[in-house]
């Protein structure tokens, strides 16, 4: 079974603050993502990595930023955590060569 | 530019009602298809996709090019199928990236 395991289930931070939501997985994808689910917005992407330190932006990548430093970890920085950060962030992982995406519990941010 | 529209946010029927969620998709290419379902307190998780010619927990979906369509079918509701749906298209990228649409809440009564 493919595990995705996010460091927290709920934060609250404050305005300003560095935010760092971490995501591992344990089935040797080659594929990472972080998204932010929204109401009414779905799911969008922040940005994905398709590789040890490989990064992509998605389509919503301002006032975030990521790193991939070993290939089962991908992690998504806040580097001043604003208000409008606020929401519920979902990581998934998926082989190089699947469309199919498997994700994680999803950790709800609240930034205060 | 490749978009997702599912047009209704909710949609409430009883247990034993016919079900379909829509799913409209602008592509110009051939498309990949994808539902992804949320039940509560759980993780996103593949439903089916369009190529598996799948029927998952009595779901089905057919691909309707023509009408750029793929919508989420059940002939009869389950209270266990009230959850949140999310269609999802292959994004044209050369990476294994999805556009998911803004999801579809489902709610079964009794």
């Known amino acids: 079974d493919v595990k995705v395991t996010q460091s927290s289930r709920y934060l609250v931070k404050r305005t300003g603050e560095k935010v760092f939501l971490e995501c591992v997985q344990d089935?040797?994808?080659?594929?990472m993502f972080w998204y932010r689910q929204d109401p009414g917005l779905g799911l969008r992407l922040i940005y994905f990595?398709?590789?040890?330190?490989?990064?992509e932006k998605g389509d919503i990548p301002e006032g975030y930023s990521v790193s991939r430093e070993k290939k089962e970890r991908f992690s998504l920085i806040l580097e001043s955590a604003s208000t409008n950060q606020t929401s519920m962030y979902l990581c998934?992982?998926?082989?190089?060569?699947?469309?199919?995406?498997?994700f994680g519990p999803g950790t709800r941010l609240t930034v205060t | 530019a490749q978009r997702v529209t599912q047009p209704e946010k909710l949609l409430s029927v009883f247990k034993g009602a016919p079900v379909e969620l829509k799913c409209n998709y602008s592509?110009?290419?051939?498309?990949?298809l994808f539902w992804y379902v949320q039940y509560s307190r759980q993780r996103l998780q593949l439903l089916l996709r369009?190529?598996s010619r799948e029927s998952i927990k009595g779901f089905t979906a057919d691909l309707n090019k023509g009408e750029t369509s793929f919508h989420l079918k059940k002939p009869f509701a389950q209270e266990e199928d009230s959850a949140m749906y999310y269609c999802?298209?292959?994004?044209?990228?050369?990476?294994?990236?999805?556009?998911f649409g803004t999801g579809t809440r489902l709610l079964v009564s009794p």
């Open positions: 998934a992982s998926g082989r190089q060569k699947s469309y199919e995406q498997y």
């Open positions: 089935m040797d994808h080659e594929n």
């Open positions: 990595s398709y590789d040890v330190k490989m990064k």
């Open positions: 592509y110009s290419g051939s498309p990949e």
């Open positions: 369009h190529i």
């Open positions: 999802a298209l292959r994004a044209d990228t050369g990476f294994q990236k999805l556009v």
